[in-house]
């Protein structure tokens, strides 16, 4: 198990771990209840963190994930109503995929 990555939210680090199992990649979320349970804990200790699984495929994930995160900037709407931002192609809310 290596860290490959804190995410500012859950929601983000949901959606890095799907990107990064759609490529093959055992990624998992940890600490993501950590911030309620932990409340007196500094904010940046409570953070969503991306850890991978099997070493072997760290540095594939460090590129996906750098790829993820590169990804042009839209903002779109979601038949949900969610608003969409980040780059993301699929609503984390519903999991509705960007309409084309
Ligand atoms: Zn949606």
Do not use: L, N, R
């Given at each position: 198990m290596r860290r490959l990555a804190q995410a500012p939210n859950l929601a983000i680090a949901t959606l890095w771990v799907h990107a990064l199992r759609e490529d093959g990649i055992d990624a998992t979320v940890q600490r993501e209840f950590l911030g309620a349970v932990m409340g007196h804990l500094p904010p940046d200790q409570c953070l969503p963190e991306i850890w991978i699984d099997d070493d072997a495929q760290f540095a594939l994930a460090q590129r996906l994930l750098a790829a993820v995160q590169n990804r042009p900037q839209r903002t779109w709407h979601c038949v949900c109503g969610e608003k969409i931002e980040?780059?993301?192609?699929?609503?984390?809310?519903?999991g509705e995929m960007m309409p084309r």
């Open positions: 980040g780059g993301f192609e699929q609503c984390w809310h519903c």
